[in-house]
């Protein structure tokens, strides 16, 4: 209800800060992920992408700095196609958070013959893949493999409006064997037909900041802002 909204929800945030004394900074979650590829790598020109529900993208600039804006290219096209495969909050065909994503790897599977458990979730259907893929499955490891021709052949497309020395990847989806896998088939594709790309650097956190690295970057705005 509206009272309830403009009374407990509008200004939660807010009113958390002012209760505990803590400081607090609201961030979009891609420049989050950008800001722990900078610690990662302790550098600038970051260019961060989380694959996880959706896909998060966020932009260290060359002076350390966000830009002000978002960027939001979970809904950038990176599927030209008018076949491609619709986002049902948006309404966009072929647009990036079908693509890196969980639903990316789920519409894999299936297209791979792939059954899932019936009731299961987008986030309960992402754990069997990767399950597949710790028992070095065909199908998952095809999957890994095509989200990671994607990427080969979308992240051109980020450097027309991202200067970008380093390139990190985080999220549910990169984490396990399928990770190293994406990661290694969009570098064979982006030497072979990128090559001015061939030397970018794209990488991985470890195991646990794959997963969890937004949250420790996240931690460390306020004291950066500040």
């Keep these: 209800p509206e009272e309830d909204f403009e009374k407990h929800v509008k200004n939660m945030y807010i009113d958390i800060a002012a209760e505990f004394g803590a400081p607090l900074e609201v961030a979009n979650d891609g420049d989050v992920t950008a800001r722990a590829g900078a610690i990662d790598l302790n550098d600038n020109g970051v260019l961060g992408i989380a694959m996880g529900t959706s896909e998060a993208v966020g932009y260290i600039n060359k002076d ?19 076949g491609a495969m619709a986002d049902e909050w948006s309404g966009d065909v072929g647009v990036g958070c079908k693509y890196f994503s969980q639903d990316a790897v789920i519409k894999l599977a299936e297209a791979g013959g792939y059954r899932f458990k019936e009731g299961a979730t987008p986030a309960e259907k992402l754990k069997e893949i990767q399950a597949l893929m710790e028992k070095d499955d065909p ?16 992240l051109p497309f980020y450097a027309k409006f991202y200067d970008m ?62």
């Design 64 to 82: 350390g700095g966000i830009n002000g804006w978002l960027s939001e290219l979970a809904f950038v096209p990176v599927d030209f196609n008018e």
């Design 139 to 154: 199908l998952a490891r095809q999957i890994y493999e095509d989200i990671g021709v994607y990427l080969a052949y979308t």
């Design 165 to 226: 020395k380093h390139v990190l990847l985080l999220g549910r989806v990169m984490g396990g064997k399928g990770g190293n896998i994406l990661l290694d088939s969009c570098k064979k594709v982006l030497e072979k037909e990128y090559p001015e790309f061939a030397k970018l650097d794209i990488s991985l956190p470890d195991e646990k900041n794959r997963r969890v690295g937004q949250s420790i970057a996240a931690a460390s705005l306020p004291a950066d802002i500040a």
